[in-house]
Structures are given as C-alpha cells and as structure tokens.
C-alpha cells in the first residue's frame, strides 16, 4: 500500500468483497530533512498506508527494504548517471524491489506459516495453539520490519 488512492481503494474494495487484506508497504530510505516537503515513497507515504489501514480495519506491516534500495536503485541510478545516461529509478524499483525482493520476501512468509499450520494440524489434541500463534508472530516480526 503506497497511501494513495488507488491501493487504498483496491484495498477497501477487495475487502468488501470478503477477501483477507493485508496492508504491507516498504520503508526504502530514511528522510534525514526536516522540510514539510513530500517525495516518492517517503515516511509521510508510510503514515498515509497506516491510516488507511486502520480506517478499514486491515492488518497493516512495514517492510524494511533499505538494503535493497540502497544496493539496486540508488546505486543503480548513480552509475547510470554517471555514465551520462538518464536513468528511470521508479521502473527499476517496480522490477526489481517490488515484484522480485518483495515476492521473495513474501514467499519465505508464507512457507514459514505454513511450516506453523503443518505442525499445529499434526498436534491438534493438544493445546498448543497458543503457542504455536507466538511463534508465527515472532517469526513474521523477523521477516517484517514492525514500527
């Protein structure tokens, strides 16, 4: 979720329409400025996303891809810049941070919590649901950065 209206929308749509949503957006770098001024993916976009999720009631979680950014856009757009081409970061982002790190990031989550659902139907007569439910909570705690 960016904040804006197009995934805030999609989001209350699919909701309303009995899906399980799940906000999710990505912290790519800190702002050090202090200047009421907005740029593209920015801690104010971060609140947007937050206050949209809890205004329709969906989980909402903060990927910490600074990593990432910093290594394959920044970096990238530097080079290319340098080299007197003009590059584009916000299509590189939506390859490269946005569909292959964060499908990959996604995907480790969901094998991970189904590892939990697995061991939770072979245990179902005794009581270990409780615990089992902190362990997927912990481990998404370490797979997602939780302001």
């Known amino acids: 979720m960016s904040g804006g209206v197009d995934s805030s929308v999609s989001a209350l749509l699919l ?9 999710v957006t990505f912290l790519l770098y ?25 205004k329709i009631k969906i989980p909402f979680y903060v990927m910490d891809m600074r990593d990432e950014f910093r290594k394959f856009i920044i970096e990238n757009f530097v080079s290319e810049y340098k080299a007197g081409r003009t590059p584009i970061p916000c299509v590189h982002c939506n390859d490269v941070i946005k569909l292959k790190f964060f499908l990959r990031k996604l995907k480790s989550l969901v094998q991970i919590l189904l590892q939990r659902v697995i061991i939770l139907s072979k245990f179902k007569k005794m009581d270990i649901r409780i615990y089992q439910r902190r362990m997927i909570e912990k481990r998404i705690n370490h797979i997602f950065y939780l302001d």
């Open 15 to 23: 909701k309303q329409m009995g899906f399980d949503v799940v906000g």
């Open 30 to 54: 800190e702002s050090r400025s202090k200047g009421e001024g907005r740029t593209c993916c920015s801690t104010y976009d971060i609140s947007d996303a937050e206050r949209v999720a809890m």
